[in-house]
């Protein structure tokens, strides 16, 4: 799974990270004038705590852990047994199996699963027989809609026709596809273990498997010595590529990575972040002018190909997640599992018995809700609901958002829009501030500052 730098929205990580800033020029930031915002009170939104139609279930397996990579892996390592014959996956999985059986679902009957996301790790080294029994007992225990969207993680060398067949036979109707780059040179220096024609022939696969319509093609930008016509290169093949989605992540330089031991974040051969910024930028243009909607500050999708379980994080709808390291979001309440495989074999002989501490839960609090809705609103073309918000949190906490935002929407980095997503100028919102509908981020300058403009929304909601 990879990271967008802006926030995430892998449920194998934490829910709220602090990446790296693009500063371009700013407007000066304004003083709200109100009196101190800790003097606003969130009103308590009505919590109906709707069943999660929508889950994650985390494959921790790689052949070995990339450069860049800091997430919940079990590195295989190349001597290996077959991930046919490997007793550590099959037991992972049996353990997974637990997991999911005893995990209580409520109502009953629970309203079928919408999504489905397998993430890692890379699925894909996965036999299909255990992805079967996998789904076998998600089906039994929660239902899966006819129609679901059920996603795969998959990377170029790691599956042939046949296995691709008969994973789609099992009902996987999504594939997502780590490229990264297009570049020998590029794949080989960030650690990834497949070359420009596993690609080649992984993407001809995909294409050409009947039954799978919608994919997605995943690239890394501010890799170590890219430079910009490499980066323009590889947009040109992913688009010629031919898939319905493309996910554009910038590099994160993470503690305890390799990178991190190599390289130190603006110097070279690293990007600038002004480099970072255009590589962004180009990449915003470049698959806009190809027919991709940016939906998402690092997606991008043909029309009617978005992520909808993607889209169930950024409307910060209920999910659960199953597996090592991953995040569950049920009845208002946010747990993540431990990331050590002892920890947590004793995690799901203590969900089994019954022994799970709800105290050690974190209960999202009101303002801490605001906080998310705000955050994961932001990161989409439709933009945060303004009428939604302000019945949630109260008229007084609305009104400061838009104060706090002004400089901003002045400048064109925040747009504000009507209820029909007309954008109303600077007058108009001043004269018509009860005729707003929805905030949202300009694109590519506004989604480059987000993490700014969110602080400044965290700053007003709890500071």
Known sequence: MQRSTFFPVSPSSSFLLHPRKFKPKLPPHQSTGLSPISTLQCPQPVRQNPPPTSAY?????????????????????????????????????????????????????????????????????????????????????????????????????T????????????????????????????????????????????????????G????????????????????????????????????????????????AHLYTPGEFPLPTETQSADFYRIASETLTNAGYDHYEISSYCKGGYECSHN????????????????????????????????????????????????????????????MDVVMLSLRTARGLDMCMFERSYGKELASALYEAFRPYIESGHVIVMNEDRRRLGIEEFEMRKEEVGFLRLSDPDGFLLSNELISIAFGVISP
């Open 212 to 259: 799978l319509e919608n994919w997605s093609l995943d690239l890394i930008s501010s890799l170590p010595y890219q430079r910009e016509e490499m980066w323009r290169e590889s947009l040109r093949r992913a688009v010629e590529a031919g898939p319905t989605h493309v996910s554009v992540y910038d590099l994160q330089v993470e503690k305890g990575t390799k990178f």
């Open 57 to 157: 279930i985390h494959l921790p397996f790689c052949r070995h852990r990339c450069h860049y990579c800091d997430f919940t892996i079990i590195a295989l390592g190349n001597l290996s047994p077959s991930p046919e014959n490997d007793p550590r996956i099959s037991n992972y999985v049996h353990l997974l199996l637990r997991e999911i059986q005893s995990t209580r679902s409520r109502p009953n009957p629970h309203p079928p699963l919408q999504t489905l996301f397998f993430g890692g790790g890379t699925p894909s080294l996965i036999p299909p027989k255990l992805l079967s029994s996998v789904l076998d007992v998600i089906s039994s225990k929660f239902g899966i809609s006819p129609d679901a969207e059920i996603s795969i993680e998959m990377d170029p060398g």
């Open 311 to 370: 889209l169930a994080y950024w409307q910060n709808k209920p999910f659960y997640g199953f597996g090592l390291g991953s995040t569950s979001y049920v009845d208002g309440v946010r747990f993540s599992r431990t990331k050590r495989l002892k920890d947590y074999t004793n995690y799901v002989l203590k969900l089994e018995n019954e022994e799970v501490e709800k105290s050690k839960n974190l209960i999202v609090e009101a303002k801490d809700m605001a």
């Open 159 to 210: 599956f042939d026709k046949k296995k691709l067949d008969e994973i789609v036979g099992l009902g996987v109707n999504r594939v997502s596809l780590g490229v990264q780059a297009f570049q020998e040179e590029m794949l080989r220096g960030c650690g990834r273990a497949h070359g420009v024609k596993e690609v080649e022939e992984a993407v001809e696969m995909v294409n050409g498997c009947d």
